[in-house]
């Protein structure tokens, strides 16, 4: 066998959110402008801690934590807290078919995920939104190698809204028995376009028809409507249509189950901390054991167990009512910050006569722009006015503010 040398592996690029974050920090013009990584930032377009996160922590410096090993499925406390705050408290007091795992954030959720159904469920295909959260390909080809990605139609240029009946269509023709389709729960990344309740309620229906194995994932719960429970309605409603009681007398047309990756990153304003949750789902007339001690096998052969801070933050704002209310208000805060600018940015392209419609920039929801910028002016408004924002053009809004707004909006006038 020959000996493989290491030193003879390429070079590979970094992921582009990661690579623009680099490149704008090293630029030295005054007046630069970071549309790129998805993150929030305050009026200032600085980094928020927020005053319910902040709070927690101080309850927590007063408690004199200690620092032992979690359980490798993590804080049960926390996960109670984290799947109420998915499900609601309703579904999630009785639902004994759901099983919850702490994981390292959202990534980790979706990671698990992917390395659980490829040992498990064994897909043929999975099914990723065109476009999407560039991760979910890596992710899948690192864990589930043996799985076929496959794009459903999702963006339609030409309306700058949903394809649904593209999206249908595909799932229609091209899945098979326990394919995975992978869902973005609320406030789509890149698009900022989710799906009506009704639209919701169709996509289901296909689900349940072609029997597929959901993986929802959920990394902007608040941000879409500033409500945390009007955005988790998708999930809510599909564990209603998909898995409850009732629907036992027709258990062959159930999918085998569900997953939900939850990230709190964004919501706590917890980037950093690397805390979420990853909630498998199964027909109530199955038992979770087995699964369950499959998800913990791989939890720990991977982490062993899951990190600490982060769990006890997002508990000690979910434990307490008053801290819950705070929370629910500062999350309410950034996302009025965001539609707030969204209509100045708007206002502004209208004002100095930017050729074209933006009226979709208002219309869509969530932390980003999906603005319609081809890469080449997106590269221009990098390289001539030092505005950096992904190539396929999602702009992340929060790095915008009523400072900065008029020049961003004067450089795509200009590279239009
Ligand atoms: N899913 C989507 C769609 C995302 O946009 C992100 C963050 N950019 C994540 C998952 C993961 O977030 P994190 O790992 O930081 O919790």
């Not at 702490?102 to 980790?108: E, I, K, L």
Request: charge should be negative.
């Amino acid at each position: 066998m020959t000996l493989r040398n290491v030193g003879d592996l390429p070079v590979l690029p970094l992921p582009e959110s990661f690579a623009l974050t680099a490149a704008y920090n090293d630029d030295q013009f005054p007046n630069k402008v970071n549309l790129g990584q998805g993150v929030y930032r305050d009026n200032n377009c600085q980094p928020w801690v927020l005053p319910s996160v902040r709070e927690a922590e101080e309850t927590l410096h007063n408690q004199q934590v200690n620092h032992e090993y979690l359980p490798i499925a993590g804080d049960s406390k926390f996960l109670t807290k984290a799947r109420q705050l998915l499900f609601g408290p309703q579904i999630a007091s009785s639902a004994e078919n759901i099983s919850s795992l702490q994981t390292v954030a959202g990534t980790g959720a979706n990671h698990l995920a992917a390395l659980f159904c490829a040992r498990n469920l064994c897909p043929k295909n999975v099914f990723i939104s065109d476009p999407t959260w560039d991760n979910h390909h890596l992710i899948w080809e690192m864990a589930a190698p043996n799985v076929t990605q496959r794009l459903y139609p999702y963006y339609d240029p030409t309306t700058r809204g949903l394809n649904l009946d593209g999206m249908l269509a595909e799932l229609e023709s091209s899945a098979e028995d326990n394919d995975v389709v992978i869902l973005h729960a609320c406030a789509h990344n890149p698009t900022g376009i989710d799906p009506t309740r009704e639209q919701w309620k169709k996509i289901a229906q296909v689900v349940r028809r072609k029997k597929l194995f959901v993986v929802f994932d959920c990394a902007y719960q608040g941000f879409a409507s500033g409500n945390a429970d009007a955005d988790a309605w998708a999930i809510r409603e599909f564990y209603s249509m998909l898995f409850t009681e009732e629907l036992s007398s027709s258990s062959s047309s159930t999918p085998a189950g569900m997953f939900v990756c939850q990230s709190l990153s964004k919501n706590f304003g917890l980037y950093g901390e690397r805390i979420g949750a990853l909630h498998l789902i199964i027909p109530p007339w199955t038992s979770p054991e087995g699964a369950k001690a499959h998800l913990v096998q791989l939890v720990r052969a991977e982490i062993s167990c899951p990190s600490l801070f982060g769990a006890r933050i997002v508990h000690t704002v979910l434990d307490d009512a008053e801290l819950c209310t705070k929370w629910q208000e500062d999350v309410r805060i950034m996302a009025l910050r965001i539609k707030t600018v969204r209509a100045l940015l708007k206002s502004e392209l209208e004002k100095i006569g930017a050729r074209g419609d933006w009226s979709h920039i208002e219309q869509q929801i969530g932390m980003f722009s999906f603005t319609g910028l081809s890469i080449a002016q997106v590269q221009e408004l990098r390289e001539r006015h030092h505005i950096y924002m992904l190539s396929n053009g999602r702009m992340s809004l929060s790095g915008l503010n009523e400072t900065n707004v008029a020049y961003v909006a004067g450089a795509i006038r200009d590279v239009l």
